[in-house]
C-alpha cells in the first residue's frame, strides 16, 4: 500500500523553545512542519503553501492569537483551515468563545500531553486529506459528467440524424414503391387492355376473313356494271378499314406480324418527308432536325413509317392552327441510374416528335396510349394511334415516352434498339426469288388440306383456292387433319390455322413434320405470338385476313420453298404418315 504524500502542519510561537517542543512531538505524524515565530512568517507561509491544519499560541507580544487567527480568516482562502489554539494559562469561557468566534476549532492546554495532541492534530490531518480527495473526487465526477453530457449530446445529434436519414430514407422507398406500385398496375392495365384486344382483333380477323374472301370472288362472279362494282368496292373498303383497325388494335396488343431489319431512319424520314407535311397541313411547319448520320435501328420500316405519320397527325390535332412540328433523332446508351423501366441495357435510337400544341394534363397523359381512348371529337379519331405506337415500340424492344406540360405542347420519345448489322437486303431478295421460282409451280392443280375451327373462314379459304384451281379437303380441328392424313391421302400442301381449341396449329405442324419432314406446310394467324421452335418457325406464314392474291403468293412461296429443299433431299411429299 503506498503511502500518502506528506501535508503542511504550520507551527505559530514567539518562543522557540516552544516551537521546537512541538516539532518533536509531532514528527511522529510523518508530516512537514513549518514554523512561525510571528503573524507575519505566519502569513507568508499561507500565502506560499497549503496549510493542513495550524497551530497557534494565544499569548504572543506583538499580535495575539486570536488576532492572528481573525486576520487569517479573513482571507477566502483560508476561511476552513482548521485552528487549534495552544494556551499556557486557564482561559475563562468568554475567552474560549472569543477563540471559537474568532475561527478556532480546538483548544490545547500547557502542559501539553503529546499523544492528545498528536491525536487532535492526526484528526485534522485526516480530515484535510478527506476533503482534497472528495474535492478530487467531485472534480473528476464533473469532469465525466461533463464528457458524458458531450457524449450523450454527441449522441443526441447522431441520433437525430440518423432519425432524418431514415425518415428521407423511409419517404423515398415509400416514393419508390408507390411508383412502383403505380408503373406495374399500369403495365397490368395495359396487359389486361392487350389481351382483351387481341382476343377481339382475332375474332374480328376471322370475320373479316370471310368477308373479304367471299368478296374478291363475288367480285369474279356478277355482272361488270357500274354500280355492283360500286357496291363491291365499298364493301371491300369497309372491310380494308376494318383489317386496319384489328392491325392497330394487335399492334397495341403486341400481337401484330413484325419484320425487323436495320433501318436508316434519316433516309426513311426522307423518303415520308413530303407525305408528312402534306398530312399536316400548310399552316403547320415541318422541321426535319435529324443529324446527318445515325446507327441502323432494329424495327419493322412500315411499321415505323406508320407510327411516325400517326405521331405528326396527332401532333397537328393538337395545335390546330399554326405551330411547329419537330422531328429529332440521336443514339443514347443509357446508365443503370438512368435506364428507363421496361428497357434492357443497350444502344437505342430516341426518336422524338415534339409540337407546339395545347399539351396534356396529367390524367389525359396517364390514359393516351390507351386503346379507344381520345380527346378528339366524336368522328374525328379512333384512339388507336399511339396504341400502335405503344405496342410497336415495346413489340421491338423499345418503349414510348410521352412528356406534355398544358399549355406548352408534347413531346413523343420512341425508344428503338440499335441493329448490330444490317439485314434488310435479305428478306427482299429471299421473297422475290420465292415468288419468281414458284410462280410456275403455284399455277398448277395442287392438292391442298386447310384446317380452322371457324367454319366461315374455312370455307372461304376453300372457295378461294377452289377458285385458283386446286383440289381441298377441309378440316375443322387438328385431331380431325390428322385423321385425314393418317387414314392414306396425301396432299401437296397444308394450310392450318394457329389458334384452335385442343391442338393448335404449331402442334399440328410438329406432328406432320415428324412424320414427313418435307411436308409443306402455311401456318395462319391473326397473330405474331408462335411458339418458338426451329421446326414451326421455318414455316411460310400467312397474316389474317388475307386476299386471294395474297394467299395465292403464300402458296407459291410455300411451294417453292419445298422444291428447293428437295434440291438436297428427297421429297417425300405423298408418303403416308
Known amino acids: ?155 443526441y445529434q447522431q441520433l437525430q440524424t440518423l432519425n432524418e436519414e431514415l425518415e428521407n430514407r423511409i419517404e423515398l422507398r415509400t416514393r419508390e414503391r408507390e411508383e412502383a406500385m403505380a408503373q406495374l398496375f399500369e403495365a397490368q392495365k395495359l396487359d389486361t387492355i392487350g389481351q382483351l384486344t387481341g382476343g377481339v382483333a382475332h375474332d374480328f380477323n376471322n370475320l373479316l376473313m370471310a368477308a373479304l374472301g367471299s368478296l374478291s370472288l363475288l367480285r369474279k362472279r356478277i355482272p361488270a356494271e357500274e354500280k355492283n362494282l360500286r357496291l363491291l368496292d365499298n364493301a371491300v373498303q369497309a372491310a380494308e378499314r376494318g383489317a386496319a383497325l384489328t392491325q392497330r388494335l394487335l399492334a397495341f396488343a403486341r400481337r401484330q406480324e413484325l419484320k425487323p431489319q436495320a433501318v436508316d431512319l434519316v433516309q426513311l424520314l426522307g423518303s415520308i418527308e413530303g407525305l408528312l407535311q402534306r398530312a399536316v397541313g400548310p399552316t403547320i411547319r415541318l422541321e426535319n432536325r435529324l443529324p446527318v448520320e445515325l446507327p441502323p435501328a432494329l424495327v419493322d420500316a412500315n411499321q415505323l413509317e406508320l407510327a411516325i405519320l400517326n405521331l405528326a397527325v396527332n401532333a397537328r390535332d393538337a395545335i390546330q392552327q399554326e405551330g411547329v412540328i419537330s422531328i429529332d433523332a440521336e443514339e443514347t446508351i443509357p446508365g443503370d441510374h438512368d435506364l428507363p423501366p421496361g428497357l434492357s441495357a443497350g444502344r437505342y435510337l430516341r426518336v422524338r416528335v415534339a409540337d407546339t400544341g395545347s399539351g396534356m394534363d396529367e390524367e389525359t397523359l396517364a390514359r393516351a396510349a390507351e386503346p379507344f381512348f381520345t380527346t378528339k371529337g366524336l368522328g374525328k379519331g379512333t384512339g388507336l394511334g399511339l396504341s400502335m405506337v405503344h405496342g410497336l415500340a415495346a413489340q421491338s424492344g423499345g418503349i414510348l415516352q410521352l412528356h406534355s406540360t398544358p399549355g406548352e405542347g408534347t413531346t413523343a420519345e420512341l425508344w428503338l ?161
Open 1 to 155: 500500500m503506498t503511502m500518502p504524500d506528506p501535508v503542511n502542519i504550520l507551527l505559530v510561537d514567539d518562543q522557540p523553545a516552544k516551537l521546537l517542543s512541538y516539532e518533536v512531538i509531532l514528527q511522529e505524524l510523518g508530516e512537514n512542519l513549518l514554523v512561525a515565530q510571528s503573524a507575519r512568517e505566519a502569513l507568508e507561509h499561507l500565502l506560499r503553501t497549503d496549510v493542513a491544519v495550524i497551530l497557534v499560541d494565544v499569548c504572543m507580544p506583538e499580535q495575539d492569537g486570536f488576532e492572528l487567527v481573525e486576520l487569517i480568516r479573513a482571507h477566502p482562502r483560508f476561511e476552513k483551515t482548521p485552528v487549534i489554539f495552544v494556551s499556557a494559562v486557564m482561559m475563562t469561557e468568554p475567552d474560549r468563545l472569543r477563540g471559537y468566534a474568532a475561527g478556532a476549532v480546538d483548544y490545547v492546554s500547557v502542559p501539553i500531553v503529546p499523544d492528545v495532541l498528536r491525536a487532535k492534530v492526526r484528526v485534522f490531518v485526516e480530515l484535510y486529506r478527506k476533503t482534497r480527495e472528495l474535492e478530487r473526487l467531485n472534480a473528476d465526477l464533473e469532469r465525466r459528467v461533463q464528457e458524458r453530457t458531450a457524449e450523450l449530446e454527441t449522441s
Open 417 to 577: 434498339p440499335v441493329a448490330k448489322d444490317d439485314v434488310s437486303e435479305h428478306a427482299g431478295a429471299a421473297q422475290s426469288a420465292w415468288s419468281a421460282s414458284g410462280e410456275a409451280e403455284a399455277a398448277a392443280s395442287l392438292r391442298i388440306l386447310v384446317v380452322d375451327d371457324d367454319v366461315l373462314v374455312c370455307m372461304g379459304t376453300v372457295d378461294m383456292l377452289e377458285d385458283l384451281g386446286h383440289r381441298v379437303t377441309e378440316a375443322n380441328s387438328g385431331q380431325a387433319a390428322l385423321e385425314i392424313v393418317n387414314s392414306g391421302q396425301s396432299f401437296d400442301l397444308v394450310i392450318t390455322d394457329h389458334a384452335m381449341p385442343g391442338m393448335s396449329g404449331a402442334d399440328l405442324a410438329r406432328s406432320l413434320l415428324s412424320a414427313n419432314p418435307a411436308q409443306p406446310i402455311i401456318l395462319a394467324s391473326g397473330y405474331a405470338e408462335l411458339p418458338d421452335g426451329a421446326s414451326v418457325g421455318a414455316l411460310s406464314r400467312l397474316v389474317k385476313p388475307f386476299t386471294q392474291e395474297q394467299l395465292a403468293q403464300a402458296i407459291s412461296m410455300a411451294i417453292s420453298r419445298d422444291a428447293t429443299a428437295a434440291s438436297h433431299a428427297p421429297l417425300q411429299r405423298n408418303g403416308t404418315m
